[in-house]
């Protein structure tokens, strides 16, 4: 006997769909949803719908934006000559948090994983190579993370962009604040090393 209504076992198969829900947390979400107000589930709703209806990719820079451009691209304040590549949305969010940097982006979309049959063709470099072409950049910064798919990305990027009159630089990884140095692994220390500055 199934103790589960159907359009709550739907919902159930919807949230543990999202990546990091399991059926517990699947389970625990759709029961909280159940238990408060229509409205609130009603609201719920139309945000998700709204999210396919209005947001799209901003054609300069491939952010999600409600507008085009997208705000950053149209802010006069930002310095256009500055590019930072960065992986996905919620790596531009993560910069955008600091207020340290005040150039553009661009945004990849993905990382190289040729396992997974995702090459450069599946990625927006063409379309950075292509930006680069049309808008006066003096430097682009490569902000990809520092594991492999990402270091093989900012690898291709490197050799990509080489060669145009534009400064090349990489974000910096290694040693995070408060960390002691005997407990950071061999490549990090190798990293830190790499990307010392001088005082």
Do not use: W
């Not at 238990?35 to 491939?62: G, K, V, Y």
């Not at 430097?139 to 270091?151: H, K, M, R």
């Amino acid at each position: 006997m199934n103790v589960v209504p159907p359009a709550l076992g739907r919902l159930i198969a919807d949230l543990h769909r999202l990546p990091g829900v399991g059926k517990k947390s699947a389970t625990r979400l759709a029961l909280y949803l159940l238990r408060r107000p229509a409205a609130e589930a009603q609201a719920l709703a139309r945000d998700l719908a709204a999210l396919h209806e209005t947001i799209r990719l901003c054609s300069n820079c491939f952010a999600f934006s409600e507008t085009e451009p997208c705000a950053i691209c149209a802010d006069p304040q930002r310095d256009s000559s500055l590019i930072c590549v960065v992986e996905d949305p919620a790596d531009l969010m993560a910069i955008e948090k600091t207020g340290s940097f005040k150039g553009q982006y661009h945004i990849l979309h993905g990382v190289l994983a040729p396992m997974d049959g995702i090459g450069p063709e599946e990625l927006k470099i063409h379309e950075l190579v292509n930006r680069l072409g049309r808008q006066q950049v003096a430097e682009v910064l490569i902000a990809t993370s520092s594991t492999v798919p990402g270091e093989a990305t900012a690898a291709y990027l490197l050799d990509t962009l080489r060669g145009k009159d534009i400064k090349l630089t990489r974000l910096a990884c290694g040693i995070p604040m408060g960390m002691d140095i005997k407990y950071a692994d061999e490549l990090t220390l190798v990293r830190a090393i790499e990307a010392r500055k001088r005082y």
